[in-house]
């Protein structure tokens, strides 16, 4: 059974940092490329950071780079984000979300977490 568990949501004040994590079951995560996004009320999902499935190349869009921080642990099936100087704007549901192959002849499988709530207030 595929899993995606994130964690580490919660309530900070501006300037704060937080540390999400997800973690996975089920898959190979070894073989996936991982991802965080957001999703703002009444805004669309975005993407905020990725990873590759190795854990040597990353991309962040301007709006938080310099401030987060992407990387993985592939032996404990986790990935995670560290996020810093956080705003009020940071403000979201955050997914984390796996897109790979079980093996060069599988198919390419786009998993999804349920989500964790990040609040970003004084």
């Known amino acids: 059974q595929v899993q995606l568990v994130e964690s580490g949501g919660g309530l900070v004040q501006p300037g704060g940092s937080l540390r999400l994590s997800c973690a996975a079951l089920?898959?190979?995560?070894?073989?996936?490329?991982m991802s965080w996004y957001r999703q703002a009320p009444g805004k669309e999902r975005e993407l905020v950071a990725w990873i590759s499935s190795g854990g040597d190349n990353t991309n962040y869009p301007d709006s938080v780079k310099g401030r987060f921080t992407i990387s993985r642990d592939n032996a404990k099936k986790t990935v995670y984000l560290q996020m810093n100087s956080l705003r009020p704007e940071d403000t979201g549901v955050y997914y984390c979300?796996?897109?790979?192959?079980?093996?060069?002849?599988?198919?390419?499988?786009?998993?999804w977490g349920q989500g964790t709530q990040v609040t970003v207030s004084s």
């Open positions: 979300r796996a897109v790979g192959s079980n093996a060069p002849w599988s198919p390419q499988f786009n998993y």
């Open positions: 089920g898959f190979v995560f070894s073989r996936a490329s």
